[in-house]
């Protein structure tokens, strides 16, 4: 059987968003705000996809095939016309065909299945907070800009280990490949692995 697909204004970044994680934009161009205004007078949904190269500004980029839906939360127009959002992912989705750009990008897409929670991934998921955690409380000792080492994340398991895998001190690229586990008891033993090495690295920085 296959799946549904289904029209869907798309935001490529340099930024991986993941589920029930926030994202603030700063709205510039003038397709984006056409998307914003299109976003505030339908469902208030847009995807947001890595780009793979390329850059955010004036197209032509080159874009991974799995992003999230970001769900508007807040949006504050400015005088000049910039938009400033604020942003929570919901879902992970999966580019099926990107439409060309009229005026902003397009795709169709299908939601990716979300595998419940398994009692046995609690370990490894208590393993990879205790990874993150450690990591940005390196990153701290550096003063390299990092979310706090005891920032309150959600009590829920499956989302808890999306906000660690949003916190995580690693590159867009590895964030990437979080963001496509096969589900979230997948997710957390790449992110308990991949904190860990992240951690590994900043403490024989801080060592010297």
Known sequence: ????????PMFPLGT???????????????????????????????GVVLIERGF????????????????????AELDDGRWLLTTVGTR????ATWIPDDPYPLALVQDVA???????????????????????????ELGEPAAPAMVRLDDEPARRAWQLAAIAP??????QALLESP???????RLAEAAGEAATLLAYRLSG
């Open 1 to 8: 059987m296959t799946e549904s697909v289904a029209p869907l």
């Open 16 to 46: 991986v968003l993941f589920p029930h994680a926030p994202l603030p934009l700063h709205i510039f161009e003038p397709r984006y705000r056409a998307l914003v205004r299109d976003c505030l007078a339908g469902d208030g949904e847009f």
């Open 56 to 75: 955010e500004v004036g197209g032509g980029d080159s874009r991974f095939d799995v992003g999230t839906v970001a769900r508007l939360v807040e949006a």
């Open 92 to 95: 992970r989705i999966r580019v």
């Open 114 to 140: 979300e595998p419940a929670f398994e009692a046995g991934a609690e370990h490894a998921l208590a393993e990879a907070e205790e990874a993150v955690r450690r990591a940005l409380a390196y990153k701290a």
């Open 170 to 175: 690693l590159g867009p690229v590895d964030q």
């Open 183 to 189: 589900g979230v008891n997948e997710l957390v033993g």
